[in-house]
């Protein structure tokens, strides 16, 4: 008995000395679990905050703009002549500039998503940019748009690192509408569209198409492209009505600047970005970048936040302003909030006054009240989406709090 009593006791104090040395060892190591908590002591201070949020980011108001682009995009005409899809195109190539890429105030605005939804493909081609498998399309009268394919249905949870998974559709489609609701329409238009692989697409594919191509044994058509992750085993096809689902994205005839994102992520498991370990890392941007930029990159940061788009390694700009191009990886995990997309906002600190006024006008719920009245949007969105972009609105609130007292209390913040 006294043998095995001394035996427990040796154990016990074996355990404990391993215990302790572990601990001790992670505070010394700079391990990604070290990381892991420093992140957490942020999150804490902003979920604090959002504990502790008044009553002013309850009180809903009318959103004008946005509601004068509802009747907009809701009056469309017909279109019958090739002359006239000529003219709609044109009109939507010209809207880009420093200001927007939509113009969401357009009476024709309406009549361009019917027209896209709608219009003849007479071309068909493999589009190289990007990792992931998508579609060049020229529509009648010669608008290219750009397919991204349904690989999930919208319940679908993707499960793992913010940028896991392939492109969501839907996500490009939100983002769009998001875009209108913050009053910074960066983002090309973009509608969900039904096309046929066997019927609208193959008869006008160019070669190195049809070379990715090939039919099932129950008939159905599928490809599977050339890109990085592009693979004969893993085809889009079309369902058994031969038809496809996925985004039409306008491709404006532009030529937009690309840089890397001082926010980009490693996409290495276990091995963290600086600024993922820095506090101190708006320090070096500030010293690389202008004012202007920083603030455009706190913008994208918000809206890709709001959308859970933690794949922003490179950004685009046009006549020096940063739009918001490629937004298919939103809407992976709804009960997943990636606070460190807010990175550029929490570790500088600063936000335009335009944005804030924006954010403050979604309050009330008009976030999910506005985003339910855009077309078609039970497609692509989920209630539970819907409920985790609200809660991620007064994650930002709570932010701009937690930036206010590290101000020591600055009531306006400001570069």
């Known amino acids: 008995m006294y043998r095995r009593k001394s035996i427990l006791i040796v154990a016990l104090l074996v355990i404990t000395l391993f215990f302790f040395t572990l601990q001790y060892l992670q505070l010394l190591l700079p391990t990604p679990k070290n990381t892991i908590k420093f992140r957490s002591e942020i999150e804490d201070l902003i979920y604090q905050e959002l504990q502790e949020l008044d009553d002013k980011y309850n009180v809903p ?14 009056n469309f005409t017909g279109f019958t002549k090739i002359e006239l899809l000529s003219e709609l195109w044109k009109e939507a190539n010209f809207w880009p500039s420093a200001q927007f890429l939509t113009n969401i105030s357009s009476t024709n605005i309406g009549t361009i998503l019917n027209a896209l939804k709608r219009t003849r493909i007479i071309k068909a081609d493999l589009d190289n940019r990007g990792t992931q498998l998508k579609l060049l399309l020229t529509l009648l009268g010669g608008q290219q748009c750009i397919f991204k394919p349904k ?63 090939f039919e099932k044994e129950d008939k159905r058509v599928c490809i599977y492209g050339k890109c990085f992750y592009c693979k004969p085993a893993d085809p889009i096809c079309d369902n058994t009505h031969n038809m496809l689902t996925g985004a039409l994205i306008f491709n404006i005839k532009k030529t937009f600047s690309n ?19 820095d506090q101190n890392y708006c320090r070096s941007v500030k010293s690389k970048l202008n004012k ?20 922003r390694h490179h950004y685009e700009t046009l006549d020096d302003k940063v739009v918001w191009l490629d937004n298919g990886k939103g809407f992976g ?12 906002l929490y570790q500088c600190c600063i936000i335009r006054e335009s944005t804030w006024t924006s954010l403050q006008n979604l309050s009330g719920k008009n976030l999910v009240r506005y985003m339910k009245l ?20 007064f994650i930002i ?14 009531k306006k913040i400001s570069l």
């Open 292 to 311: 202007k930029r920083i603030l455009d990159l706190i913008d994208t940061a918000i809206f890709d936040f709001l959308i859970q788009n933690g794949d």
């Open 61 to 74: 108001q009318r959103l004008v703009k946005v509601e004068e682009f509802l009747g907009n995009i809701n």
């Open 151 to 213: 690989w999930y249905d919208k319940e679908k949870i993707i499960e793992g690192p913010v940028y896991a998974g392939k492109d969501r559709y839907g996500s490009e489609i939100v983002a769009f509408y998001l875009s209108v609701l913050l009053n910074k329409p960066l983002v090309p238009v973009s509608v969900e569209r039904n096309i046929s692989l066997k019927y609208d697409v193959l008869p006008v594919a160019r070669m190195r198409l049809l070379n990715t191509s």
């Open 374 to 393: 855009m077309p078609n949007i039970e497609n692509v969105l989920t209630e539970q989406h819907l409920k985790a972009m609200e809660e991620r609105l």
């Open 259 to 277: 840089y890397r994102s001082p926010w980009q992520r490693t996409y290495k498991k276990g091995k963290n970005a600086i600024w993922q370990d």
């Open 333 to 344: 995990n709804p009960n997943v909030q990636h606070i460190d997309i807010l990175a550029p």
């Open 397 to 410: 609130y709570a932010t701009v709090q937690y930036c206010r007292k590290k101000k020591s209390g600055n």
